[in-house]
Each structure stands twice: as C-alpha cells, then as structure tokens.
DNA sequence: ATAAATTATTTCAAGCTTAAAATTTTAAAT
DNA sequence: ATTTAAAATTTTAAGCTTGAAATAATTTAT
C-alpha cells in the first residue's frame, strides 16, 4: 500500500474515532440527565425504566432470559432488578407450567399505570433535550442513525 | 393551538424520542463491544481506560476533582478508580503544594506506555465498528453531532 | 482575629453490572 | 434407562456508580 493511500485510512480511523467520540458524549450526557430526573420526578432508575418499557410491550409477560438478551444485560443483573420492582409491587414473576426452571415476569396494573405515567413524561424529556435539532436535520439523522450497523458487535 | 398543528409537535417528539432510542442502542452496543475487548485483550474496565486518557492528555497531572469533571462522574467515583490504578503502578498521586486538601494524580511512565499501547489499538476497534459507514455519510454524521446541544444537561 | 461559607476529597450505603460458578430442570444421546 | 449435554435462573465476588454525609483546609465576611 501507498503511502497516500495508507494516510486516508488512518485519517478515516480518526474520523471514526470523532464520531464515536462524539456519539459517547451525546449520549452520556442524555443519560445523565434522564437519571437524574428519573430520580428526582420519579424517585426510581434508569433500569428499571427499562425494565418496565420492556414489559409494557409484551403484554404476556417475559421470562428473565428474554428480558436480559432485549436489554443486552447479563442474567444476573435482571434478577436484582425485578426482584426490588416484585417488592414496589410494579411486577409479578409467575412460574411457567411447561418448564419449572423459568419465570415469567408481568407488569401489574400498578406497574402498568406508574410506567404509562413516565413514558409521556420522559418523551417531552427527550423532545426538549434535542430541541437543537431541527425537522430537517432530523431526518438526516434517523436516516444514517438507522442504516448504521456495528461490526462485531451483537445484534440487539 | 389547532388540532394539526398539536399532531405535527406530536410527530416531531416521536421522531426525537426515535433519534434517542438509536443512538442509546449504538453506543450500548458500541460500549459493551469495548469493554469485552479490554477486559479480554488487556485485563482492564473501560473506566479505567478513560482516566488514562484523560491523564494521557494532560501532561502535569489532573486534580481528582478535575479529573472527576472531565469525566462526568462522581468524586467518590473517581477515588475508587484511582486507587486500583496506583495499586497496579499506572498513575501516582502528588500532594500539591500550595493547597493541603488537594492531589494531583499524574501518570507513571508505565502507565502512559501502557495506554499508548491499548490507544493504538482502541482506534482500530472503533473503526472496524464503524465499517458500515461510508466516507460521505461519516462526514455528514460528524457535522450533525457536532451541531447537537443538549438542552438541560451540563455541557461537558 | 473569628466565624461562616466554600472547596477538595474521602467515606458510606445502596444499587447497578459483570463473569463465573452453582442449581435445578429439560432434552438428547447412547 | 442412564448418562450427557444444554438451558433457565440464581448466587457470588469484584468493581462501578451515585448522592449524601463526614473531614479537612482554604477563603470570605464581619
């Protein structure tokens, strides 16, 4: 390979490098911010706010393992969060007749109603966030946002 | 406000709360694909990797509350990170001088060697993330984030 | 000079997170 | 039928993370 040929690649890495930079920072500070006001508005953690986004779309409920692979977290770490959510009494977990090694975990109507409550609330978050952010450039943004696929990496 | 109107503020916030999903998905997969390759490839923690580079960058050495800025996170965080980094030899602490309550944490000289190293390689890694992005788009996305302010958050 | 407020840092308790090991149950192979 | 392998989940140990409280030192106001 060239010398100008092995430049361009190195400045492209760079510039990948930038995006992905850039894309942590955005993102972290998104993060933050909904913590913090997850928190204080709600007095409850990101999460289990995404625990229960989970369980809102599935209306039959999940098993644990189903739960850990759509929020890409280990098993472990699902079973301290559904059992804090189990004693606030948002979330019942129901033995599965057909395998008695699994769960199934649901949202109760409390769960239901506390989590609606907070997903209109946290929407108007995010909207406000990225105010900045013009229809136009938008669309840009979900476009490319949407057609990116991270090599190497597992396919939510 | 009319009815039409109402619907299209409506569209712009799913849109927005949209571009957060993706992004939030990018950088999860993006992040957990990092750490797995430290951890793998170089026995360390991401945050870990982050304190080195905020060090690498700042060759007198950080304050831990400059530090704990830089990175966003918590005083008491960064207590806890420094100490396994100067357990393992990667960073020292300096009392400062002029201030008691103060210490000015600095790099050894087998900690910047080894975060040369593990930085070399880091950027491979992104770029081999990023493939999937072309030249032109690339541009186009660094422009966009670039551009992108979150309202509320504290800006980094 | 003294008191009060601020700043730098650490400690603490609680929760989040992971990988690895252990349990229990189911399924497959012999 | 028995053994073996695979799957679902929990437990455990270690590290990350936070906000709040505690310490210690500096600065400001009186």
Same sequence: chains 1, 2.
Avoid: C
């Amino acid at each position: 390979m060239s010398n100008a040929i092995q430049d361009l690649d190195i400045d492209r890495d760079k510039q990948k490098l930038r995006i992905w930079l850039r894309l942590l920072k955005i993102s972290r500070q998104m993060e933050a911010e909904i913590r913090e006001r997850l928190r204080v508005e709600f007095h409850t953690t990101l999460p289990r706010f995404d625990v229960l986004a989970a369980l809102y779309r599935e209306t039959d409920g999940m098993k644990m393992s189903a739960l850990s692979s759509a929020l890409m977290v280990s098993n472990g770490n699902v079973t301290g969060i559904i059992e804090r959510l189990v004693s606030d009494g948002y979330v019942v977990r129901v033995p599965v007749s057909e395998d008695r090694r699994a769960m199934v975990v649901k949202l109760t109507p409390t769960g239901e109603k506390e989590f609606l409550h907070m997903a209109k609330i946290h929407e108007g978050w995010i909207a406000s966030m990225l105010d900045s952010l013009d229809a136009k450039d938008a669309d840009i943004l979900v476009e490319l946002l949407d057609n990116v696929q991270i090599k190497g990496a597992k396919t939510l």
